[in-house]
C-alpha cells in the first residue's frame, strides 16, 4: 500500500498513539441543530489536472465544497454523520474516490491503529442536508492546512455552526495538480484566490450574511488569509489556527499584495507552545521560533491578539490532529491536556467571532480579560493583546458598519465610533446621498429612513435633510410623516419651494 506523505511546514510529531475520543473535547453546542453539505463545482478561471490520470488534459480547477450551517429542522429519526463519512470526503478530495473504506487508514495520513479504527465509527453533531434556518448568519471561510482537506477542523466548524455562523471550505490544493509545487509563494497566492472563490460562492446562498465575513485557517492557511485579507474588504476578521504567518514572514514578503498597513480588521493568533529544546535540535528547526513573530510585531492598523496555548503542538489545532495524529513523546502533552486546549481555541474563536461580527459585548470582554479571570490555568494559556495603534476610520468605514448591522442603531453606531474614533465625521451630504440612494431602492427603503432620521438627529438645523426625509417618506406612502418632515424643513428654510410644492400636493 502506498502512504501519501503531507508536509507541514514547521513541526511534524511522530511515536505514540493518542487515546482520545471525539466526545472527550466537550465543546458547548449552541442552540441550532448543524446541517452539512458537500458538493463540488469548478473555477473556469483556472486550469487543473488531476494527477493520478497520468493525462496532459487540462480541466476548470475543481473546487470541492463542504460547508456547515445552522438549522431548526427536527432531527428525530435522522442519523447523524460519522467520523467515517468526513474520512469519505477525504478520500474524494485526494482523488482516490474509488478507495474502499477499509483502506483509508492504510492509504492517507494516520496510522491505521484500533483507536483510529475506533474515530471512524464515531458520530459527529453534523447532518447531512438539513434544511436551513429561516434567518441569515455571519458567515466564516476556513483555509485548511498545507494541502490537506476541507473537513480538517470539522468539530469546530460543527461547533461554530451550531451558534449561528455559516462555514464554508475547500481543499487546499496545488496551482496547477493536487499537490503543491515547490514555489510556496506561487501556491500562497492560489490559495488566496481560493479563500476569493469561496467568498463569491457563499454571496449564492440566501442565509448567507454577505456583508458579516470572517476567515479562519490553520497552518499554511494562515498565510493565504493574510494575502486574502489586504486585497478584500469583504472580509471582516481573521481568526488564525497556528498559521504560518508567525513562521514564514518573508514568504509573504513575497506576494506583491502584502502590506502590514492593510490588515485593519481584528485578527486573533492563537500558537503552539514553546518547542523544546531536544526537538529544535534533532529536528533542526530555528529556535526564534519560539519568540519571534514578525507580522503582529508589524500590525498597526489592527486591533490584535496572540494566545500561545502551552499545552498544544501545532497539529492539534485542527480535529483531524487532535484525533489521528501520532503524539510526540518529546514534547506533547496528555490526550486530557491536548482536548482542553483545543476546546479553549474553539471557545476564544467562537468569542472573538462573536465580538467583531455580532457586536457581542460579554463576548469581547472574555477577549479583554486576562485568561485567570475566563478561569483559565496559567499553565494552559498566555495572552496578549493591542490596539489599532492610530486607528483612522471615514464615512466609507462607518457605512460600511452600518451596512453590516442593516442601518439599525445608528446613532448608537454613530456614538460608539465617535468615542473611539473622535477624528471621525460624518458630512451632511454625504448621509442625504446615501439616504436618497437606499431610499429610491424599494428592497432598502426603510434603511433610507433610519439613515434619514440619524442625518436629521446630526443636523437638527437642516433644512435640506428634513427636506429629503420627507421625500423619503413620501416615496414609501408615508403621507403623516412626510407632511411633518416637509413642515419642519420649511420652518427652517421659508423659501424651500419643494416643501412648499409637496406640501400643497399633500393637503390637497
Same mark, same amino acid.
Given at each position: ?7 507541514? !511546514? ?8 493518542g ?12 442552540? =441550532? ?6 458538493y #463540488? ?12 490520470? /497520468?493525462?496532459?488534459q ?27 463519512? /468526513?474520512? *469519505?470526503?477525504?478520500?474524494? &478530495? $485526494?482523488?482516490?474516490?474509488?478507495l474502499?473504506?477499509?483502506? @483509508? ?23 447531512? &442536508? ?14 485548511p ?14 461547533y !461554530?455552526?451550531?451558534?449561528?455562523y ?15 509545487? %515547490? ?5 500562497? $497566492? ?5 479563500? *476569493?472563490?469561496?467568498? +463569491? ?7 448567507? %450574511? ?24 469583504? @472580509? ?36 503552539q507552545? #514553546?518547542?523544546?529544546d531536544?526537538?529544535? +535540535? $534533532? ?6 521560533? %519560539? ?20 499545552n ?20 506533547? +502533552? ?6 482542553e486546549? =483545543?476546546?479553549?481555541?474553539?471557545v476564544?474563536?467562537? #468569542? ?25 490555568k ?21 457605512? *460600511? ?6 442601518y ?5 453606531? /454613530? ?12 458630512? $451632511? ?28 438627529? !446630526? ?13 423619503? =417618506?413620501?416615496?414609501?406612502? %408615508? ?7 416637509? &413642515?419642519?424643513s420649511l420652518s !427652517?428654510?421659508?423659501? #424651500?419651494?419643494?416643501? @412648499? ?8
Amino acid at each position: 500500500m502506498r502512504l501519501l506523505s503531507v508536509t507541514i !511546514l514547521i513541526l511534524i510529531t511522530t511515536i505514540t498513539n493518542g487515546q482520545t475520543s471525539l466526545n472527550d473535547i466537550n465543546l458547548n453546542i449552541g442552540s =441550532y441543530n448543524v446541517g452539512f453539505k458537500h458538493y #463540488n463545482t469548478t473555477d473556469s478561471t483556472r486550469t487543473y489536472t488531476r494527477i493520478y490520470d /497520468y493525462n496532459n488534459q487540462k480541466i476548470p480547477r475543481p473546487i470541492p465544497i463542504s460547508i456547515w450551517y445552522p438549522s431548526n429542522q427536527d432531527t428525530n429519526g435522522k442519523e447523524q454523520l460519522s467520523v467515517l463519512n /468526513y474520512l *469519505e470526503i477525504l478520500k474524494q &478530495e $485526494e482523488e482516490w474516490e474509488h478507495l474502499p473504506n477499509e483502506q @483509508i487508514l492504510n492509504w492517507f495520513y494516520y496510522p491505521n491503529t484500533p483507536e483510529n479504527q475506533s474515530h471512524q465509527k464515531e458520530l459527529t453533531n453534523a447532518y447531512s &442536508e438539513l434544511e436551513y434556518a429561516n434567518e441569515k448568519f455571519p458567515v466564516i471561510v476556513y483555509a485548511p492546512s498545507y494541502q490537506a482537506s476541507s473537513i480538517e477542523n470539522f468539530a469546530m466548524c460543527e461547533y !461554530l455552526a451550531s451558534h449561528g455562523y455559516v462555514v464554508i471550505s475547500s481543499p487546499s490544493r496545488g496551482t496547477e495538480t493536487r499537490w503543491f509545487s %515547490n514555489n510556496n509563494a506561487k501556491e500562497m $497566492e492560489n490559495q488566496a484566490r481560493d479563500v *476569493e472563490f469561496l467568498i +463569491k460562492e457563499v454571496g449564492k446562498f440566501p442565509k448567507a %450574511n454577505y456583508n458579516q465575513i470572517a476567515i479562519m485557517g490553520f497552518s499554511f492557511g494562515g498565510l493565504s488569509n493574510v494575502i486574502a485579507q489586504t486585497r478584500n474588504d469583504k @472580509i471582516s476578521a481573521v481568526v488564525s489556527l497556528d498559521g504560518t504567518e508567525r513562521y514564514q514572514y518573508k514568504l509573504l514578503e513575497k506576494s506583491p499584495f502584502f502590506e502590514p498597513s492593510r490588515i485593519d480588521v481584528p485578527y486573533i493568533h492563537m500558537g503552539q507552545k #514553546n518547542i523544546p529544546d531536544q526537538v529544535l +535540535k $534533532e529536528d533542526n528547526i530555528p529556535s526564534e521560533l %519560539n519568540s519571534k513573530f514578525q507580522l503582529y510585531d508589524s500590525l498597526t492598523n489592527s486591533t490584535s491578539y496572540k494566545l500561545k496555548f502551552k499545552n498544544l503542538t501545532h497539529s492539534y489545532f485542527s480535529t483531524l490532529g487532535v484525533l489521528f495524529q501520532q503524539r510526540d513523546k518529546r514534547q506533547d +502533552k496528555s490526550d486530557f491536556e491536548i482536548m482542553e486546549s =483545543y476546546k479553549w481555541v474553539s471557545v476564544y474563536t467562537l #468569542n472573538f467571532l462573536n465580538a467583531y461580527l455580532k457586536n457581542d459585548t460579554n463576548a469581547l470582554k472574555l477577549l479583554k480579560n486576562t485568561p485567570s479571570v475566563n478561569g483559565i490555568k496559567e499553565s494552559l494559556l498566555k495572552k496578549e493583546s493591542k490596539n489599532a495603534s492610530n486607528p483612522k476610520i471615514t464615512f466609507e468605514d462607518f457605512n *460600511e458598519l452600518a451596512l453590516k448591522q442593516n442601518y439599525k442603531g445608528l446613532y448608537e453606531l /454613530y456614538v460608539s465610533t465617535k468615542t473611539k474614533n473622535p477624528s471621525l465625521e460624518i458630512p $451632511e451630504g454625504n448621509l442625504n446621498t446615501v439616504g436618497l440612494q437606499l431610499i429610491f431602492n424599494p428592497n432598502t427603503s426603510e434603511q433610507g429612513i433610519s439613515v434619514f432620521l440619524l442625518a436629521t438627529k !446630526l443636523y437638527p438645523k437642516s433644512a435640506n435633510l428634513f427636506d429629503s426625509l420627507g421625500e423619503a =417618506y413620501l416615496f414609501i406612502d %408615508n403621507k403623516k410623516m412626510a407632511i411633518e418632515s416637509f &413642515e419642519k424643513s420649511l420652518s !427652517l428654510n421659508s423659501e #424651500n419651494q419643494n416643501a @412648499i410644492d409637496r406640501l400643497k400636493q399633500l393637503k390637497q
